[in-house]
């Protein structure tokens, strides 16, 4: 139903800033829940934080205080500013889409993945 676009990743400073960007194809992105996983070395995918189609109720990771989730309708497109960044951040990040209200409650919908390296 939808196909999802990331991009934004790379390489940066422990204490450094990212924003992740996911492109979402489509007439109905409102319709989504979206959300940011992320896939470390060494460990199980996680979900980072979600928001819903209309943006106005979000979720994050206890892990993660200092990512904020954003979305522009408008422009079919998720955001994730991730500030203060840490070697333990470092990890494939994904973006995924879950149909709200007719969906099966699972995130149905993958972007590629991004690499998101921390590192002096």
């Known amino acids: 139903q939808v196909q999802l676009v990331e991009s934004g990743g790379g390489l940066v400073q422990p204490g450094g800033s990212l924003r992740l960007s ?7 992105f409102s ?3 979206m959300g940011w996983f992320r896939q470390g070395p060494g460990k199980e995918r996680e979900l980072v ?3 819903t189609g209309s943006g ?7 892990s993660v205080g200092r990512f904020t989730i954003s ?13 203060s960044l840490k070697p333990e951040d470092t ?8 149909r709200e209200r ?4 699972t995130y ?13």
């Not at 497109?77 to 500030?83: K, R, S």
């Not at 149905?108 to 002096?120: A, E, I, P």
């Open 108 to 120: 149905d919908y993958w972007g590629q993945g991004t690499q998101v390296t921390v590192s002096s």
């Open 49 to 51: 934080a979600a928001i």
């Open 31 to 33: 319709w989504y829940t």
């Open 102 to 105: 007719t969906g099966r409650g």
């Open 71 to 83: 979305r522009d309708n408008a422009k079919n497109t998720v955001y994730l500013q991730m500030n």
């Open 91 to 98: 990890a494939i990040y994904y973006c995924a889409a879950d």
């Open 56 to 62: 106005v109720r979000t979720y994050y990771a206890d």
């Open 22 to 28: 996911c492109a979402a194809s489509g007439r109905t």
